[in-house]
């Protein structure tokens, strides 16, 4: 008798520290390169600090093409985690549809967020059928042209202002024995057909291919034009000067060996920490320079449904996290470190770089969907195939691909 | 009294006449039972998601396995993706070189080994020992022998040899003999091993017999040893060729089908179109062909193997 009650003590006072004590919650996401995990524990360290539970980082390598397909399928297989941050877009629309995903509506009911977010449509994704099942935490956009000062420095020649300038000072950096244009072997590639069609094509040429998904106007003059900027970038580049990663090309404009690179903005970070100084050692500009909308995707979070019988406390502290994520304390710290635009307009950006501001005068003019908003991941990966062959295979003319890649468009969903 | 007479009977009977119900399912009884988990894992994994993969071929299935039947829409598409042929014309011209090279220096290793030389057992732990690596690892490794920059090529240049090339990796028209030299490396060995099993187990006096009659060595060896090792030849053939259809994770490590899609494999078309382009449909209509081409192989040579052993004896 004496020794059951012992026992039963001993389970009230384990049941009851487990009560009290922190809770676990598993968060993947891709954010990988130095930039972006240093803004990733930004997140971390406000949840620890706020909620006092512990934010178990699963950083999964292999971004959009590697990392997404692991998430999902940890989701479909019912191993799902605490929070996952996924592209804002269409990636997740079948597990939303398929009720794997939290609904998030009554959890941040009191924050009136449509009242803050810089753009409405970034919501979109997440809504289905009244309700919320995602959080966008930041716009990120792939339309930045980096330049590399150093280069042009040693080629005696002005950093140039826009797209047209920078193509025609390929020769003269050839002739230093500079790279024109500085590339990352991989999905680095996936997101330069894109800007350039947002920033030679234009903003209703964007809207009419991804949108209206209007094969002629693939066929049109305008996008004839962004097909032979495709063409004369692949003369510039080759797969023996590609580096693995896209931070050895931040690397590489930073020491002038490369003098140009289109990626997104989350390089700046990885160009911060390696020191550089935007307007000193780089120059960005958004939209090509020629461009006048960005195109507008982001990271959202997600909270899948967690199975029947788990610990309310970790159920809590989804919605601990998911709250925090867009305070504006988070928003400001997080995006400052990784160079991307915070979702919130009620927030003070003074303390932003040169790049950013850029970008801010360029968001009153409203964002450009991106085209994981607007095009199944099927689609996307069609696009993909086509441009890696257009890339690397010379014997593909403008022509064939402007063609096939208006065949993909008129049967895109 | 009566009763138990008939009874005995009928025992009597059946014991005499056993069903085929009885035949199939009584007989050996503690053997059928022990192979139960072995069946059930055939029928459900291999036989039910060969079915399940079939039938969703046929469907628009996007992420999830929900879609509609579309009848061949999904080949339709398949066939008229340049990636898809690329694919298999690369996985054809892989699986040809490769077959023929791992066979014929496997044997050529095992027959150099099999001449009663020093430190056998030490030479047949260093071949042998890519094969315990797995194919990622193999594709890792010789990513950066064969970058152009860093690897080989980087190497002898900087040692003076200004003019030396090796950038088959990054070369759309050779990429695909990059990706057999890291093949082979890993795989004859293993290929050499069995090879080298079959020949130790030719009877020596065959050897002693050829030799009295004066044939050379080397003609033993093809028309003799060569045909005795029927076994071992197919065992190897079979897993050779399993490792060709399946190729993935070395092309994923090596050159993630690069440069451009120059060195796409079939198996990879599924898993991207599957996982990241989250498309079942399409990606059980790649996966199927997969298994036809397969079967277009196996059902005629299962056929001569095992169907024409009643005229042969």
């Known amino acids: 008798m004496k020794k059951f009650a012992v026992v039963a003590a001993m389970a009230t006072a384990l049941l009851g520290t487990t009560s009290a004590m922190a809770v676990d919650l598993e968060v993947t996401h891709w954010w990988t390169s130095a930039g972006e995990a240093a803004a990733v524990a930004e997140f971390a360290k406000i949840f620890e600090a706020e909620t006092g539970n512990h934010w178990v980082d699963s950083a999964l390598a292999g971004s959009g093409t590697g990392a997404n397909p692991v998430i999902i399928s940890r989701i479909i297989g019912g191993n799902p985690m605490g929070a996952t941050m996924m592209n804002t877009g269409r990636d997740a629309e079948e597990l939303i549809q398929a009720g794997l995903m939290r609904d998030l509506t009554d959890i941040v009911a009191d924050m009136d967020i449509e009242s803050f977010y810089v753009d409405p449509t970034q919501l979109e994704p997440c809504k289905y059928e009244g309700g919320l099942y995602c959080l966008p ?97 692949r003369k510039v580049t080759s797969p023996e000067t590609m580096v693995p990663s896209f931070g050895d090309v931040g690397n590489q404009i930073l020491k002038g060996e490369a003098a140009g690179n289109i990626h997104g903005d989350w390089l700046a970070g990885d160009l911060q920490i390696a020191g550089g100084v935007p307007g000193v050692d780089y120059e960005c500009l958004p939209g090509l320079g020629v461009g006048t909308q960005l195109t507008g995707g982001g990271d959202s979070f997600y909270f899948p449904v967690l199975p029947e019988g788990t610990d309310p406390a970790v159920l809590e502290a989804q919605a601990q996290l998911a709250r925090l994520l867009i305070s504006p304390e988070a928003q ?50 069609q696009l993909q195939d086509l441009d890696l062959e257009f890339f690397a295979d010379e014997s593909v003319t403008v022509d064939d691909y402007i063609e096939r890649r208006a065949e993909i468009i008129a049967q895109a969903d | ?60 299935s996007k992420l999830l396995p929900t879609g509609k039947f579309v009848g061949f829409e999904q080949y339709e598409r398949l066939f008229a993706a340049n990636r898809w042929n690329i694919s298999v014309t690369n996985l054809l011209t892989y699986g040809a070189m490769s077959l023929v090279l791992t066979l014929g220096l496997g044997f050529l290793l095992a027959v150099l080994m099999d001449q009663k030389i020093r430190f056998e057992s030490a030479f047949r732990t260093i071949m042998l020992y890519p094969f315990a690596l797995s194919f990622i690892v193999t594709g890792l490794v010789w990513q950066w022998i064969m970058n152009p920059t860093l690897g080989l090529q980087g190497a002898i240049r900087n040692l003076g040899w200004e003019g030396f090339t090796f950038d088959w990796i990054s070369n759309p028209r050779m990429v695909l003999f990059a990706l057999l030299i890291a093949g082979l490396w890993q795989g ?126």
């Open chain 2, 1 to 60: 009294m009566a009763d138990i007479a008939v009874k005995s009977g009928e025992e009597a009977r059946d014991v005499a006449r056993p069903g085929l119900l009885q035949k199939t399912f009584l007989k050996n009884l503690p053997a059928k039972i022990a192979a139960l988990p072995m069946m059930a894992t055939v029928l459900v994994v291999f036989v039910g998601c060969t079915i399940w993969t079939i039938y969703y071929s046929f469907t628009n």
């Open chain 1, 332 to 381: 400001l710290k997080f995006n400052m470190v990784k160079g991307s635009m915070p979702i919130r307009t009620d927030i003070d950006l003074s303390g932003a770089n040169a790049c950013m501001k850029k970008a801010i005068a360029l968001l009153d003019n409203g964002l450009l969907p991106s085209g994981d908003f607007s095009l199944s991941s099927d689609t996307q990966q």
């Open chain 2, 188 to 313: 004859v060995g293993f290929c050499m091993v069995l090879m080298l099993a079959g020949l130790r187990g030719v009877d020596e006096e065959i050897w002693k017999a050829a030799r009295v009659d004066g044939i050379p060595t080397w003609r033993t060896y093809i028309s003799i040893v060569l045909p005795m090792m029927r076994g071992v030849l197919v065992t190897a053939v079979v897993l050779i060729g399993s490792g060709i259809v399946r190729l993935y994770d070395l092309v994923v490590a090596l050159t993630n089908g690069g440069p451009g899609i120059s060195s796409e494999v079939p198996a990879k078309y599924v898993v991207n179109y599957m996982f990241s382009g989250g498309n079942i449909g399409q990606a059980m209509a790649a996966a199927t062909m997969m298994l036809v081409t397969v079967l277009i192989i196996m059902v005629p040579w299962a056929y001569l193997e095992f169907g024409g052993k009643g005229k042969r004896a």
């Open chain 1, 137 to 233: 935490v930041n716009i990120h956009s792939w339309d930045w042209l980096w330049l590399s000062t150093a280069a042009y420095k040693k080629i005696g020649q002005p950093v140039p202002t826009n797209w047209d300038e920078y193509v025609a000072s390929w020769p003269a950096l050839q002739e230093a024995g500079i790279l024109p244009f500085g590339l990352a072997s991989g999905w680095p590639i996936n997101g330069v057909p894109g800007v350039l069609m947002a920033g030679i094509g234009g903003s209703d040429l964007v809207l009419r291919i991804n949108r209206d998904k209007d094969p002629e106007a693939v066929r049109g003059p305008e996008f004839r034009k962004v097909a032979e900027a495709m063409d004369s970038l």
